[in-house]
């Protein structure tokens, strides 16, 4: 998957989840459709982020994401059956590491933003869902759209997403083949070391922030 592409799919999540306020009061879909224009403005707008600004990528992935996004689920379910074997400060350290890399990886996407569109999908689910798929496509002059899902549950702090699907391709099972064979040649310490490592060398490239 491309920085584009996940550029794309910071953009929808940024729109998608403003605020705790507005994430409990509407259904997924009718939050999206509120809050995307809104939101897709300022960035168009905002000449630092355009013009390759990770920082301050970065503090806005901060603000509008981090809070609505189950990264202990998107952890253990990137882990996979790993995750039992892990000890509750392995799996602490795990979650935290594994939410740096993926903050870290989409403000550094998110400059690639070059005025995309997107079309959110009416959602299929009933009032009484607790999980739901918002469906929604990115279009670009010149390339073929992109079809990027959100997976999320209702949580007595809102809804939160605990996976995306960009183009067929599940975010937590892409990483769950290499966090598997890291896990195998090095333990789950060695899986923890090497994501740390990581966030490491894209906080270099972001300023040190």
Known sequence: MTKKI???????ASALFTGPAVAEDLMPDALVRHVTDEVLAIVRSDQAI??????????????????HFNFRRMTMLAVGKDWRTATPEQQGRLTDAFRTLLIRTYSNALTQYRNQTIDVKPL????DDKQVKVKTEVSQVGAQPIGIDYSLEKTDR?????????????????????FGDEIHAKGVD????????????LE???GGR
């Open 50 to 67: 355009q013009s390759g600004d990770a920082r301050k990528a970065l503090t806005l992935v901060d603000e509008k994401v981090l809070p």
């Open 124 to 127: 299929r689910a009933s009032p």
């Open 204 to 206: 270099a490239e972001q």
């Open 6 to 12: 996940f550029a794309c799919c910071l953009m929808l």
């Open 190 to 201: 060695g899986l923890i070391a090497s994501i740390e490592a990581k966030n490491k060398s």
């Open 158 to 178: 809102g809804w939160k997403v605990f996976d995306v699907i960009v183009a067929g391709v599940s975010l937590v099972t892409n990483y769950r083949g290499s």
